[in-house]
């Protein structure tokens, strides 16, 4: 039997309406989209060779140091998050703090965390901006070796992510 990662996202477009709309501020679910949008799915994977985590049954994160790509304005160097070979799921999170070592992390940081395609850091290779504590997933329902970078706005963040490979 394959092993398999089960995934789900959400998004609620949130509108706040002023004072002058309202008695007082008021949020309400957006009329431009009019609800709550999301998916799920699965992804089969394997858990022989995963990078990003200790794979030693803890839990513990392996945080990646990019504190060579502490500047994530366009034209600047990210730093790669890993050899992702065959990869059918990775998973990306901006765990709110400085990169001290590989298990322990630093102090808590705002700055924001950019996630990308190349090296070399363009608006069209941007993948997204992390704020801290916000993270993402990235399903392939077929064996690839995505290219993923990361740079910090400023600071080395620890980054958490993991990918486990196809089964």
């Given amino acids: 039997m394959a092993s398999n990662i089960k995934y789900a996202v959400s998004a609620t477009p949130i509108y706040t309406m002023s004072d002058a709309e309202a008695a007082s501020d008021v949020d309400v679910i957006a009329a431009d989209i009019a609800k709550t949008v999301g998916g799920s799915g699965s992804s089969t994977c394997g858990y022989g060779n995963i990078i990003g985590f200790a794979n030693d049954a803890t839990g513990t994160p392996s945080y990646t140091d ?3 790509a502490t500047d994530y304005d366009v034209g600047s160097t ?3 998050l890993g ?3 065959s990869s ?3 998973y990306i999170k901006h765990s709110g703090f400085l990169f001290d070592t590989s298990s322990t992390l630093g102090l808590a940081t705002t700055a924001k965390l950019k996630i990308c395609m190349a090296a070399t850091i363009a608006d069209a290779t941007t993948i997204a901006v992390l704020n801290a504590g916000d993270a993402i997933v990235l399903p392939y329902n ?3 070796t995505p290219s993923l970078f990361a740079a910090g706005d400023g600071v080395a963040i620890a980054v958490e992510f993991f990918s486990v490979q196809a089964s």
């Fill in 88 to 90: 059918k799921f990775v």
């Fill in 66 to 68: 990019i504190s060579s």
């Fill in 83 to 85: 050899t992702f070979t």
């Fill in 78 to 80: 990210a730093v790669s």
């Fill in 142 to 144: 077929e064996a690839v």
